[in-house]
């Protein structure tokens, strides 16, 4: 068995010894990136938010008429917030450089008239900053609520526009 064509082939055992390969660069690179990815994974970790979608079956249903039972909603607009309960709307606030502190405490105030106090909903209207949303969520966590649900509120939901 050869290598090559014609005149020229070599014999395999022509060929000499096996190449050593040095991985010597391979190593200095891996032993700088990986510390740096691993650092990398706890900034990621730290920067991710926690949110769910709103259930429509578990333990929070109302055993009567096998509805979900009512959360607290913040309903987020351009123009105002909004804090719901069921088809109640309990606060309304125009949104303005202390709108925020206000809502922070109006949730505080309301909290004890709720069934689930550890839960709530963050409904978000259309053309609404994500930093809103992100600022309301905490504003809900600093309240003592654990779970924070995140949907959507459209402008009229019969239609779903």
Known sequence: ?????GKNRLKISDCGEAVDVDVTPMMNVLMIL?????????????????????????????????????????????????????????????????????????IASHKSSFDIQNEAVVAVKDNVDFQRMVRVMDICRENGFEKIGVSGAPENPDNGV
Request: net charge positive; hydrophobic share 45%; no cysteine.
């Open 34 to 106: 990986l510390p740096v990815l691993i650092s990398m994974a706890v900034f990621t970790k730290v920067a991710m938010i926690q949110f769910s979608v709103p259930p429509n079956v578990g333990t929070h249903l109302n055993s009567d008429n096998g509805k979900p039972k009512l959360k607290m909603t913040v309903v987020i607009a351009k123009e105002f917030y909004a804090i719901t309960y069921g088809e109640k709307i309990l606060d309304s606030i125009v949104s303005n450089v202390n709108a925020e502190t206000i809502l922070s405490g109006r």
């Open 1 to 5: 068995m050869g290598i090559g064509k």
